[in-house]
């Protein structure tokens, strides 16, 4: 989910100049996509035609479903697949790597944008206004809400600051009159009864646009590096994201009002260039509560007064 995030402010500018614009990913971040307004059409990967796309005996659905576009962005590593795409469709296809080199100190938004430039699909002009377009806004009674969303969740473990401290975190917040809930998912399962045992109020949304739905009633949202927070930081509610071995540089949520906290540390951010085997916790075991909290005070000290209940 993350990564498809991270481009939704390329897919809302590519939106200026192309119509319809369509999406093939799965089901449910299609439905994310569509729900967002940034997409017209949209087709699940897990359809089997798709697989088609990977063979030389391309399916004639695959045919018909592609042939009304004139562009395809394909986000793929695969020389192969974008041959594919061509010859299917006869479109203009603008292939780019999903993520920069890891030695590259780049975001991944950035990564995309020099590639479409050089693709000459979009100009400068285009795309230098990203950091400022129009993203998701808040639900409009955010705005007097004391409700606030923590995340102790993420894709790999190593990603996660210890859950103990998330748990702490809910008690300094309802110290200062906030309300905690704790937002999970399919791979955070395993640590909802210890939260249940513990009395906290815990979330578990069916899908992507419950997610995004139900981070927009929150005044504030603290979570892992994940794609979590990246749809938070999309959705306009001011996050304070905590990173360890992965870097901020190229991973950091973009939004109006995004906190960044990480450990300072003389390693350098390792999660993608150790194996999942290496053991790299020091950056999340050191980071401390008063970080993030003072990082808390300044994002929520650049919204209006608001009261809490």
């Known amino acids: ?41 949209r087709f699940p990967i897990e359809a089997a035609w798709t697989a088609s796309l990977f063979t030389a005996d391309t ?15 394909c ?18 296809v603008c292939r780019i790597p999903p993520r920069p080199p890891a030695a590259e100190r780049v975001h991944v938004t950035e990564h995309a944008q020099r590639r479409i430039l ?9 795309l230098n206004d990203l950091d400022d377009a129009p993203m998701g806004l808040p639900h409009p009674g955010a705005t007097e809400s004391a409700l606030a969303l923590l995340h102790p969740g993420a894709g790999s473990p190593r990603k996660r600051w210890p859950l103990e401290g998330f748990v702490s975190l809910a008690q300094h917040l309802r110290g200062r009159r906030w ?18 045992r513990r009395g906290e109020t815990v979330i578990r949304p069916r899908d992507a646009c419950e997610l995004i739905a139900r ?39 973009r939004g109006r009002n995004v ?14 260039h150790a194996g999942e085997h290496r053991d790299c916790t020091d950056c999340l075991n ?21 009261a809490r209940s």
């Open 1 to 41: 989910m993350g990564d498809l995030v991270c481009i939704f402010p390329i897919i809302a500018a590519l939106r200026r100049h192309f119509y319809p614009v369509g999406i093939l990913c799965q089901e449910h971040l299609g439905r994310l996509a569509a729900a967002e307004g940034l997409v017209e059409a």
């Open 59 to 73: 399916r004639p659905e695959a045919r018909s479903r592609l042939a009304p576009f004139s562009h395809i962005l």
């Open 75 to 92: 986000f793929s590593a695969s020389e192969a697949l974008a041959a594919s795409l061509r010859s299917i469709s006869g479109a203009r």
């Open 118 to 126: 050089a693709c000459g699909w979009l100009a400068d002009t285009d």
């Open 179 to 196: 309300r905690p809930e704790f937002l999970i998912g399919p791979a955070e399962e395993e640590i909802r009864p210890e939260l249940e």
């Open 215 to 253: 981070l927009r009633t929150a005044a504030v949202y603290l979570g892992n590096d994940s794609g979590v927070s990246h749809l938070a930081a999309w959705a306009g509610v001011p996050s304070v994201v905590i990173f360890g071995p992965s870097d901020p540089e190229r991973w950091r949520p």
């Open 259 to 272: 906190e960044i906290v990480q450990a300072a540390l003389r390693c350098r951010p390792c999660f993608e």
């Open 286 to 306: 050191q980071t401390r509560i008063e970080d993030i909290m003072q990082a808390f005070e300044r994002i929520v000290s650049s919204k209006p007064d608001r």
